[in-house]
Every structure is written in structure tokens, then in C-alpha cells.
């Protein structure tokens, strides 16, 4: 009888199996063909492939059901066997695993991204996972391990799915990074950590991607956020081209290198990705003997509440500089932002995002309550906008659980919920979205009798909020008290009675604590006289986090001063930096705004002004810019400074998708003042998923980006055989064919297709991208250009038809 698998990583560190898709094709999987369906055809494939894993010493085999969503099933045509073949790969490994082995059931990527990046919704996104984790976990897998996940709102959506299924069910979380540390959405190690630990994953790591050393630097960043459990499932170093084969170079000694380092940083599972074979899990294993696997002592956070958003992560509390809570996205006293509201407009929030974090601030508070306002949906408006504005996390400000859980769906990451009371109706409606969500919450101390005139009282309040997030499985440092500052024009002895309560619920409770500092001003002359000595004493006091307006300077002076006092600022760097007028830049870096109409249509597009864009254009129009004026000296220099910046990791691809599409509303405009002109195109260029792989992501963006630039894209699609691809760029007489795969069975493919052209005579330039891809492998199929990423791939191919047209 095996032990409870999360008891059984406590006491020793086990091995999971290595690379399936690369075993079957070995075996008979066909070009084109699904592996999981091979789970009905050829079962005894399925099972020779585990038999040899566990033998090899492996101690998790993992199903052969990474592709069995319905999204991925109906690319083949199975998505009617969905059940069947998600249960048959449980039971496949289950008859060879036994008593010996623990079966992971294998949930990878749908191939879409959640909205607003992508055009999949929340829900149906969640519902893919629902659907097919029923089917895993009924039939009896012991765990289930998410793999190869590239979009953070993807994976978070699968773990809360799965969590409706089951509440017991161990979960491993994965995500792929590249080798500048982050995923092809741009989230960093640290925020996928945040994020999936509040979410409910009980082991969390990377796989793919990068090989042994690149892996145990992404975990090497988790573990500075958690105290998780960590997997480590490398790639058997990067792939090669070899008489025709790819092949992974990495041997088996070089795939057990950093063993010991993986161990002190509490890996608890090690096994194998892309290009792993037995022989590298048996010499993982075979390492693994004699060394000391108990667990080690891992640093906790301690009273630490982390926050994260898509592309980075915030910290609050536990002796850190107190976290500055932008106040600006609320509607209360801005008629022109509730209006914009209810017209659905965002353009506000844009704004405000970006000139508080700019200003300093460490989150955003969004509210969009307000009379006459559909306040669900203005809020999955709001925080898609302020999202990809600002890359700091957001606190979702509502008493309406409808609007705080499309808030919380719409989110990326782990965010703050403004408020809970100790009220018992509102703890029976937001704590329970705290915990399905994976949210930290403000607790105000008022319950069904008001606010307490004592600071004893409200530490009551307090008290109560806690243990009832506590009991629900929220984690106690994720409450913060919010001890309420009252107007000291009306109840001027209640101040010092606030300032009391944060003492007692920082001493006594050893919560952390928030306050709405600005309240304490309402109805006095000059108020950030009284706002900014208040919120000196708070902090004083124990203060974590205040709710302010960071574009007011009084405050932010008094802030950093009070850092440096309290040695919270570290050798007075951040007061330095300010008053020396040399503050860092930020991905959400306001300029002066320009004045000219070009300068004006460049700026949107960097912002991702989709909002306006058409009415700058029809400004640039009446001020007599022709549409190619429009275009050249306006809209693409504004896509070449969003690229200038993605290349300096200042911003990610949502941010490009959102420039992208702006530019594209802009064209859409454009056409009509252009109907007869014969419009001069950058080249033209044909697109192709190559046969065998259903991954179209990656290619699709670059098609987006390629239009932008004024490229004339054929995109055939994906799973594409050669002979079309060929047939194709013949009948349109191509500049450049672009070849995209994402899974290293797939990659030969490329070799074929650009064979093919060459003994077809077709005269083109062949640009090959894809995860698994090196620049030494697109040299050694013979491809002329190789793109890491969709900028790269728009760059490249700008210069290289660039210099044809010129020469």
C-alpha cells in the first residue's frame, strides 16, 4: 500500500517518468495523429512506454493524456471520446504502475489564450479543464500534474477547475520559461509562484523550455515567494539536428549535474521533459541513492501577504516598506470617469493606471461603482484595462460579489478583495470567492452594529474576520485589517482610537494592516496637511498599507521619509533616487504628452489606445496627413518603439497583442479613405503550422504583427503537409515561407518542408520559430532565418526583404 502521495515528497524525493510524445513516435504515432488516441488503438504501445519508465526507476508515471481537452481532441476529430480516453490513459498506467508507482494524470495547454488576450472566455476555459479532470480523477489517478503551460490565467483556470472537481486531489503546476525567465506572456517566476500556490496547486515548478541549469534558476526565484513543494523537469538539454533526427544532446550524467543543489532547494520531484529517454531517468534515480532526501528547512515568508499580477509581484507587510494602494480608479466625485463607464469607455483607467504606479504606486485599487453602471461588467473592463496598463497587482474594490468575481475571473494573478466585514452576510459572500479565487482580503472591523468606538472592539472584529478566512482554508496572512479612519472634522478623539487598533491588531493578532488614510481630512481646509501627519502617525503605529493618492505629493513625501525613519528603506535608497531626481523606469513609464498629431497617433499605439485611435486618425485626416503619412510617420513608429521595448523586457506580448490591435482599428479607418489606391506592399508571406502539431498560437501572432507592418500574409493554418505548403508558396509567388512548431516531434517536419521547396525551384527565404527551437538547429535544416519571438520574426524579415528590394 503506497503512501498518501504529499506525505510520501515529505519523506523522500521522487522521480517522474520522462518524455512521452517522443517514445510513441518511435512506436508507430504517425505524422498528424493523435498520441492520445493511441489510449484506444494501441494500448500496449501506451503501456510498453510506462512499462520502461518504471523500470527505469521512475516513481510517478504520467498518463498519456497531455492533449486530452476537448479543444485539443476536436482537431482530430475525438472530441466525442473525450471521457473515454482521458479514463483509458488512467487505467493504461494504473495496470503497469501498481503498487509501485503513483499515476499523474496529464492536463496540458487548450492552445488558446484567455481573454483579453486571447478569445477564449474564463469560464469556457475552465470548463475545458472541468471536463476533462472529471474523467481523470474518476477513473482514479492519484494526481494530477498541469504541463507546458505558457499563459498564467490559463493555468490558474485549470487549477480552479480542477479544485471544483475535487478539493483532495494532490495538483502540480508548471509553467515554460524561456532563457530571460519568463513565460511567452511575460509573467516571472516569482508571480507564477504567487499565483499558483493562492490558487490551490500543492506542487509547483517548470518544465520544457530550458534544460537542467535554466530550470533550477526559475526555481531558484520560486522559492524566494513560497515554500512549496518544487518539480523540476528539464529538457535533455537543447535540441540538435543528426543524421536526419532530432535528437537532445544532454547525457544522463549531465541530467543528475545539479542534484544536490535541487535537493537543498527542496525540489521534491525531479524527472524528465523533451528528449528524456529510461536511461536518463534511471541515472536520475540511480543519483538520487545514498543522498540525504529529507525535507529541508525552507525560510518561510512569515507574516508576508504576497500579491502578484501577470509580469510581476508585490510583497506587504512583515516589516517591508509600507505597499502604496492607488486610490484613482473610483468614480465617487468624477462625473467624467462615471460617464466614460457607463458608454463602456476605459480610457481613464488607462490614464490613472499608469500615472499612479509611474507616481509610486505598489498596487491599484479599482472601483467602478456608480449609479446607472453595470458594475460585473465595467469591472472585467476595468481590470483587463489597468492589467495591461500597469504590471503592479490590483486590489478589486466592491461590495457586490458579482462584480468582484468577474473581477477576480478577469484577473492574472493573485489579487487584494476590498472588502470583507464582520458582518455575517458579507463573510458567508466574499470569503468564499477569496478562497475559490485565490485572493487575499481587507477586513473592515464593522460588523451588524457599526464601527466600534474602541480600539478593543474593532481588534474583536478583527479577530473574528481571521479565524473565519482561516476556517475556510485562506491563509491567516492573507487578512489584512483595515481599522478605518473616520473624518476627524466629525469625531476627532475616534482618530487616536484608530491608530490604537492598529497597534492592538498588529501586536495582539499579528495581522498585517490597511487604512483609507485620506478619510481622516473629509470636510477640513488644506487637507493633505492632515492627511499626510496622519498617515506619519499610522505608519508609526504599524501601518502596512495605505490607500492614497500617490500623485499627491505631500503624501508620497511624507512616505518616504517616514521609510528611512522607520529603516525600511534600505540605506534611504528609494528617498535618494527621488529627491535626486532620477527615479527608475517602469514598464508603465508616462512621457510628456506630445503635441504634434504623429507624435499623438505613435503614443496610442504604444499604449494600446485602441479606445481613440480612430479619432486621432480622423484628426491627423482633417489637419490634411494622407493615409501613407498616417501610416509611416504616426501609427508604425509607434509599433517600432513597441518593439524596441518588448526586446528590452519593459514590455510583453499582451501589451504588443494590444499596440497590434490598435494598429489594426487604425487601418480598418485608413482603408476607406484609400478604396482605389494601390497600396505598395512590404513583401509577401506565407504561414504554416507544420504537419503533425495543432500549435498555432505563436504563429498566429506573428501573422498579426507582419499585417501591421504592411506584409501581405497567406496563412495556411496549422497541421499543414508539405506538399501544400509548397504548392502554395508556388501559386502566390512568396517572399519568405514562415514555419512554426512547438513539439520536438513535429520540428523535423521543418527539414521536409524546406527540402521540398528547394527541390520544387521555389526561390524563396524560409523563417522557421517555435518553443523548442535553436538558431544551430534552423541552420542545420537549412532555414535562412531563425525568430525566437514574434518581434524577432517581423524584424528579421524587414531586413532581409528590405535589402532584396534595395539591392
Aim: aromatic letters at 4%; a negative charge.
Amino acid at each position: 500500500m503506497k503512501q498518501p502521495f504529499l506525505q510520501s515528497i515529505k519523506d523522500r524525493v521522487l522521480v517522474l517518468d520522462g518524455a512521452m510524445g517522443t517514445m510513441l513516435q518511435q512506436r508507430g504515432l504517425k505524422a498528424g495523429q493523435s498520441p492520445e488516441e493511441l489510449n484506444l488503438t494501441l494500448p500496449e504501445v501506451v503501456a510498453g512506454v510506462h512499462q520502461e519508465y518504471l523500470d527505469a526507476g521512475a516513481d510517478i508515471i504520467v498518463t498519456n493524456t497531455f492533449g486530452g481537452s476537448r479543444e485539443k481532441l476536436s482537431h482530430y476529430g475525438l472530441e466525442g471520446k473525450l471521457a473515454e480516453i482521458n479514463a483509458r490513459g488512467v487505467e493504461i498506467a494504473r495496470q503497469v504502475a501498481g503498487a509501485r508507482a503513483y499515476v499523474a494524470a496529464s492536463m496540458g495547454p487548450t492552445g488558446k489564450f484567455v481573454e483579453p488576450v486571447g478569445d477564449m472566455t474564463f469560464d469556457r476555459m475552465a470548463a475545458q479543464f472541468r471536463e476533462q479532470a472529471e474523467a481523470l480523477v474518476g477513473a482514479g489517478a492519484d494526481l494530477i500534474t498541469l504541463e507546458t503551460f505558457l499563459d498564467i490565467k490559463e493555468i490558474r483556470a485549470a487549477i480552479i477547475a480542477i479544485r471544483e472537481v475535487s478539493a483532495e486531489i494532490p495538483i502540480i503546476a508548471m509553467l515554460t520559461f524561456d532563457d530571460k525567465g519568463r513565460t511567452v506572456l511575460g509573467t516571472p517566476p516569482e508571480a507564477a509562484a504567487i499565483t499558483l500556490e493562492a490558487v490551490g496547486a500543492d506542487i509547483i515548478g517548470s518544465n520544457c523550455g530550458l534544460g537542467v541549469e535554466g530550470i533550477y534558476e526559475i526555481l531558484s526565484a520560486m522559492r524566494r515567494v513560497t515554500s512549496l513543494p518544487l518539480i523540476s523537469q528539464a529538457n535533455a538539454g537543447l535540441p540538435v539536428l543528426k543524421e536526419g533526427k532530432t535528437i537532445f544532446p544532454a547525457t544522463p550524467d549531465e541530467m543528475t549535474a545539479y542534484h544536490d543543489r535541487m535537493l537543498q532547494l527542496g525540489v521534491r520531484i525531479i524527472g524528465g521533459c523533451c528528449g528524456t529517454t529510461p536511461a536518463h531517468i534511471g541515472a536520475m534515480k540511480d543519483a538520487l541513492a545514498g543522498k540525504n532526501q529529507s525535507l529541508p528547512d525552507i525560510a518561510s515568508s512569515g507574516g508576508t501577504t504576497w500579491l502578484s499580477s501577470r509580469g510581476g509581484h508585490a510583497a506587504l507587510g512583515n516589516g517591508r516598506p509600507v505597499a502604496i494602494i492607488g486610490e484613482r480608479i473610483n468614480p465617487t466625485g468624477k462625473k467624467a470617469f462615471a460617464a466614460e463607464l457607463r458608454e463602456g469607455k476605459v480610457s481613464y483607467i488607462r490614464r490613472e493606471a499608469m500615472e499612479q504606479v509611474v507616481a509610486g504606486a505598489t498596487l491599484l485599487d479599482v472601483n467602478v461603482g456608480a449609479p446607472g453602471i453595470d458594475e460585473p461588467a465595467a469591472m472585467e473592463q476595468a481590470v483587463f484595462c489597468a492589467a495591461g496598463a500597469a504590471s503592479v497587482p490590483l486590489v478589486l474594490d466592491s461590495s457586490n460579489p458579482e462584480a468582484l468575481e468577474r473581477g477576480l475571473k478577469s484577473a492574472d494573478g493573485k489579487v487584494l478583495i476590498n472588502s470583507v466585514n464582520g458582518e455575517e452576510k458579507s463573510l458567508g459572500r466574499i470569503l468564499p470567492l477569496a478562497k475559490k479565487y485565490g485572493a487575499a482580503v481587507i477586513g473592515l472591523t464593522l460588523d451588524e452594529n457599526g464601527i466600534p468606538e474602541t480600539a478593543e472592539a474593532r481588534t474583536a472584529i478583527a479577530a473574528k474576520i481571521a479565524n473565519r478566512a482561516v476556517s475556510l482554508g485562506i491563509r491567516r496572512n492573507d487578512v489584512i485589517i483595515d481599522c478605518l479612519t473616520l473624518a476627524v472634522s466629525a469625531e476627532q478623539k475616534r482618530a487616536l482610537e484608530t491608530l490604537e487598533a492598529i497597534r492592538r491588531v498588529k501586536g495582539q493578532l499579528g495581522l498585517s494592516t490597511v487604512l483609507g488614510v485620506s478619510n481622516i481630512s473629509f470636510g477640513l481646509p488644506c487637507r493633505p496637511l492632515i492627511s499626510s501627519a496622519f498617515f506619519a502617525m499610522a505608519m508609526e503605529a504599524g501601518l502596512d498599507a495605505a490607500i492614497i493618492n500617490p500623485k499627491e505629493q505631500a503624501m508620497m513625501d511624507v512616505w518616504r521619509s517616514v521609510m528611512v525613519l522607520l529603516n525600511r528603506d534600505a540605506n534611504a535608497a528609494t528617498y535618494i533616487d527621488a529627491y535626486k531626481g532620477a527615479v527608475a523606469a517602469s514598464a508603465g513609464q508616462v512621457e510628456a504628452a506630445p503635441q504634434d498629431i504623429r507624435g499623438i497617433l505613435a503614443r496610442a499605439v504604444i499604449d494600446g489606445d485602441v479606445e481613440n485611435i480612430v479619432v486621432h486618425v480622423e484628426a491627423a485626416l482633417a489637419q490634411g496627413l494622407s493615409p501613407l503619412e498616417i501610416s509611416n510617420n504616426g501609427l508604425l513608429p509607434g509599433l517600432e518603439e513597441v518593439g524596441r521595448r518588448f526586446e528590452k523586457n519593459i514590455v510583453f506580448l499582451p501589451q504588443v497583442m494590444l499596440s497590434a490591435e490598435t494598429m489594426k482599428t487604425a487601418f480598418s479607418r485608413l482603408k476607406q479613405e484609400m478604396q482605389g489606391m494601390k497600396l505598395e506592399s512590404s513583401g509577401r508571406i506565407l504561414m504554416a503550422t507544420v504537419e503533425g502539431d495543432i500549435h498555432d498560437i505563436g504563429k498566429n501572432i506573428v501573422c498579426t504583427l507582419l499585417e501591421n507592418h504592411g506584409f501581405e500574409v497567406i496563412d495556411l493554418g496549422k497541421n499543414v503537409p508539405a506538399a501544400r505548403i509548397v504548392a502554395e508558396a508556388k501559386a502566390h509567388d512568396v517572399d519568405a515561407v514562415g514555419l512554426s512548431a512547438l513539439m520536438t516531434t513535429t520540428m523535423s517536419e521543418m527539414e521536409t518542408v524546406v527540402q521540398q521547396l528547394r527541390t520544387a525551384g521555389v526561390k524563396t527565404f524560409t523563417m522557421v520559430g517555435g518553443a523548442v527551437l535553436t538558431q544551430d538547429y534552423a541552420i542545420e535544416i537549412g532555414a535562412d532565418i531563425y525568430a525566437k519571438d514574434a518581434m524577432e520574426a517581423v524584424s528579421k524579415i524587414k531586413a532581409i526583404i528590405g535589402k532584396i528590394k534595395r539591392s
